[in-house]
């Protein structure tokens, strides 16, 4: 375990958000990452208090941090708190689910199958209904065929990586219907998986559940602070550990 990190893990831990900060800043720059710059995490992004997260404005986006050490960055900067009630929560909160929020004239679980199997065909002449293709899936480390139609469609899945109950329960019920409708949609918050296994995750957060597969499990959980980061959602003190015990053990 580096030094920065067990400062990190110290700071967070006692609450001490200046020390925390200081640390961040400190690996930000050591890796050439700077407040704004080109490299920030967060490209052009407001701070968090700079605007109310019941904007309507759409949130910045972010790729998810390129190693651990900026990982483990980024997550000593998410607010740790207990989990909100789930009241009011449902699905429509986020949406009609798998709208065409880039107006490209197919659906978003379409966008994903699309990008994220191999082989695909398409349904006629249709270029979104996708009929079949290969999903190398990183959940389990297995190969699925997917073809379309009743009985064989569930067999892949489209897995919001933040689940929406979990983002509800920690800050999305504070974004505006547009934002959370993007959240729902994200490319990067969606990842298309063995569907048995999406249903075992349910709405399970970093403490409760990881993908099979441990090779996938770093850039899971990566994926999982860049996507709380950038919709200002913040994570449970269990969450906040699970995630800092599978970075610490990455590989760059």
Request: hydrophobic fraction near 40%; charge should be positive; glycine fraction near 10%.
């Amino acid at each position: 375990m580096s030094p920065l990190f067990r400062t990190v893990r110290r700071a967070a831990a006692s609450g001490r958000r200046a020390a925390a900060a200081a640390a961040v800043a400190l690996l930000l720059a050591g890796c050439g990452y700077g407040a704004g710059g080109q490299g920030s995490l967060l490209p052009g992004a407001p701070g968090r208090s700079a605007t109310p997260a019941s904007s309507s404005a759409p949130l910045p986006r972010q790729a998810a941090p390129a190693t651990a050490g900026k990982a483990l960055a980024a997550l000593a900067g998410l607010p740790v708190k207990g989990r909100a009630p789930k009241t009011g929560y449902s699905r429509a909160q986020f949406g009609a689910a798998w709208a065409d929020v880039d107006h490209n004239g197919c659906d978003t679980r379409n966008d994903i199958l699309k990008s994220q199997l191999t082989g695909v065909a398409f349904v006629g002449t249709s270029r979104c209904k996708v009929a079949r293709g290969t999903l190398a899936d990183p959940y389990t480390g297995t190969s699925i065929a997917f073809v379309r139609g009743q009985g064989t469609s569930e067999k892949v899945q489209i897995d919001h990586v933040v689940a929406l109950s979990d983002a509800w329960q920690t800050g999305a019920q504070q974004l505006s219907a547009q934002q959370r409708l993007a959240l729902a949609n994200d490319p990067r918050n969606l990842q298309a998986t063995d569907g048995p296994t999406n249903q075992q995750k349910s709405d399970g957060d970093a403490a409760t559940w990881l993908p099979p597969n441990k090779a996938f499990r770093c850039t899971y959980v990566a994926t999982q602070i860049s996507v709380k980061a950038a919709y200002r959602l913040w994570v449970t003190q269990a969450e906040h550990d699970a995630m800092a015990r599978v970075l610490a053990a990455c590989k760059g």
